[in-house]
């Protein structure tokens, strides 16, 4: 029996189907972005464990996994001011299941001081803001101060014999120590450490005398007097230490230096992809508990900045700090 509504199908045109198919149910649209995610997400943290990054990314990552519904797997990758990170997040596939929790580093500061692997701009997609984080000067009891004027009329009868730890060269630990000395006319000697979590024992050992630091692995110690926070970074004081008056109060004034921190993806995530991952992001940072949690250790602006400005600000930053490490000569080593 004839049927004429039937049309026969040659080979060539069943493999340009099935090409067509694998399209649609590929990267580029539908079967794959819906099945999102369907594997664990793997967190890249640039830091040792147990410093201020770590526990930001464990109260994000609380969160996310349930948001995602599947559990956000944690891959330190500390050392090379950050850059060790930086080259596995963009050597990873954009897929979608590799996010990079990273601060102004590795994108405004290291690649003004050495040669990357990776483009600071282009190996990158922005997923969202994790915040904007004032950073303490802080120093060890033993140290024959207690605020920035005492600092610096110390540090200039004893030049160069006052120690500053810091997370690392190049790190925002380094550069605002740096930017403060020359600020305040004084030359400290500074002592680079892998993470919070080194520095901050031996700044509470005596082993340095001072130390830039985020503020959640201090906190602990400032409240069992261990370590004395001198100023906070920015403009204004922090929410998390309303009593610390900031430096810009204590006769520097217009010093305002607060490094912010994102959560990026490999750059060519696809687009219906990478809107679930943003749009799961932005539930998870604008979750009331995550946000109050944050902004308890030392973070401001939580997740105020969309994907764009990020994009804008990394743009802006790599300008600004290309200039003032130039004008300083700060350089690491290739």
Request: aromatic share 6%.
């Amino acid at each position: 029996m004839n049927h004429p509504e039937r049309s026969s199908l040659t080979r060539r045109d069943l493999l340009k189907l099935a090409g067509a198919s694998f399209t649609i149910g590929g990267f580029h649209g539908g079967a794959s972005a819906q099945a999102y995610p369907d594997k664990p997400v793997k967190m890249i943290i640039p830091y040792p464990a147990g410093g201020g990054a770590d526990a930001w990314g464990r109260t994000v990552a609380a969160k996310l996994e349930k948001v995602l519904g599947q559990p956000v797997v944690f891959d330190y990758k500390p050392g090379g001011s950050t850059t060790i990170g930086a080259d596995a997040a963009a050597r990873s596939p954009a897929d979608g299941y590799t996010i990079f929790m990273i601060d102004s580093t590795a994108f405004a500061y290291v690649p003004n001081m050495r040669k990357i692997n990776y483009d600071p701009i282009k190996s990158f997609t922005p997923v969202g803001l994790l915040g904007v984080g004032p950073m303490l000067l802080i120093a060890n009891p033993n140290l024959p101060v207690r605020n920035i004027p005492e600092l610096i009329a110390h540090a200039k009868a004893n030049p160069g014999k006052v120690t500053i730890a810091s997370a690392g060269v190049g790190s925002p630990h380094h550069l605002i120590g740096e930017f403060f000395s020359n600020r305040a006319g004084i030359s400290l000697t500074h002592v680079p450490y892998k993470g919070a979590v080194q520095y901050v024992a031996d700044l509470v050992g005596g082993q340095v005398d001072l130390a830039v630091s985020t503020i959640t692995p201090v906190l602990q110690h400032i409240a069992t007097g261990r370590l004395r926070p001198l100023g906070v970074s920015s403009a204004k004081r922090s929410s998390a230490l309303p009593d610390v008056p900031a430096i810009a109060e204590q006769g520097l004034a217009g010093f305002d230096e607060k490094p912010w921190s994102c959560f990026v993806a490999p750059a060519g995530v696809p687009p219906a992809i990478l809107e679930k991952l943003r749009a799961a992001y932005k539930s998870t940072i604008e979750d009331p508990e995550v946000s109050a949690t944050l902004r308890k250790v030392g973070l401001e602006e939580v997740g105020a900045w969309t994907p764009a400005q990020i994009g804008d600000q990394m743009q802006a930053d790599l300008v600004k700090w290309g200039d003032i490490i130039r004008k300083a000569n700060i350089r690491l080593d290739s």
